[in-house]
Structure formats: structure tokens, C-alpha cells
């Protein structure tokens, strides 16, 4: 029998207890929910630059967020937009999950819990804006950050730093959506540490689905807990 066709064990299965979401057409779950089903469009004109050179203008950009209200201002000053999206998707779905205490819980539990955050690509921007200011102003005007903000593992990192989770820290980057986790790996006890609550509603099923989907130029982190 293959691998491709070998029956699912329990072992291999999971329970998403948890939503968070950052996206062009609502900064929660929530509100993502309630737009997606409103047919709501997330796509306007770029706001984050001029874009009147370009042949195409548009994008479905995340608006309104503000990323201090999950990381301190000094540390999302540092990081690029991707990580600030991936701290508040992710703490969103802990507390969704009834899990807000989890920095609480003895090292060896904590030690058993998996952060996997994927990317299209990480901190893109940082790596223009370095170029920018290494060719105008000089190498020592190139943020000493730079590295860490575009580092495509950052998110991970920094959602594992918030809540003291010191288990793997899994970060997959692709063109597309990365897949949650590669085939197989050994996640620890990932399932049972995060004291699963229970399945859900047809609903969450769907927006699960629903963000598997990727389209270019949208900004969507979500987090699944």
C-alpha cells in the first residue's frame, strides 16, 4: 500500500480550535466572515506608494491596522508588515481559542507546542528599502533590523517569543500557499498540548477552505489554532 493511498490514522488528524485573520476586507475573523458571505471587495487603488507609473494600480490591500494593539510599538517599528500581520492573526486565534494563557504553563508542556507560521515570501519590502537607503545614503544607513524583518522565519519566531512556546518553530516560504506543514513531520504532540476544544461549525470549515486560496497582490494572513 502507498503512502498516497494508506488510510488516515487518528494520529494524523487535527482540530482547528482558534481563527485569526488580517485581511483586505476585515482585521478578525469576524469581520473577514461577515464580508466574505456580503460579497464585499477588498481590491482598490495602492495606497501604500504612488503607483501612477505602473500599468496596473490596483491591489487588495490590508487597511485600518494597527499593528501595536499585539506588539509593542518598538518591536513592530523593527519588523516588516508580514510579521505584524502574523502576531495579530495568531493572537487572535489563541485567545479565540481559550488559550491566552497558555505563556502560563509549565516549561515541559510549552516545550511540546509547535509554532508553524508559512509565507509567500516574508518581509519583501525590507529588501527594497535597504537597497534603497545602501545606494542614497550609505551602508551605515541601512537598518541593523534588515535582516531579521524579512526573514521569512520571523513570524514564527516572534509568535513563539510572545508566548514563551518553545517547541519547533516551522516556517514554510512559496510562490503560493505553502502547505501547513511538510508531510509527516514530527510535530511533537502538537494536538493533544493545545487541549482541543472540539470540532466546529460548518462555517469555520469553509473559511479554512476558503483561505487556502491566494491571489497576487492580496495581503491574507490567517492563523489556525
Known sequence: MTEQNAPHSDAQR???TGYGAITPIGNSAASYWSALIAGT???G???HFDPSANEVQIAAEVKDFDPTKTMEMKMARRMSRFVQFAVAAATEAIEDAGLANIHEWEPERRDRVATVINTGGGGIEQVTMGSDAFREKGGRFVSAFAIP??????????VSMKYGLTGPAITQAAASIPPAAPRRWPVMDLVEEMEILGARSPK???MARVSQR????VEVPWALI
Do not use: D
Open 14 to 16: 487535527a482540530v482547528i
Open 149 to 158: 524583518a524579512l526573514s521569512p522565519s520571523m513570524g514564527a519566531c516572534l
Open 45 to 47: 487603488r495602492i495606497t
Open 214 to 217: 491566494s491571489l497576487i497582490g
Open 204 to 206: 469555520q470549515r469553509l
Open 41 to 43: 471587495s477588498g481590491a
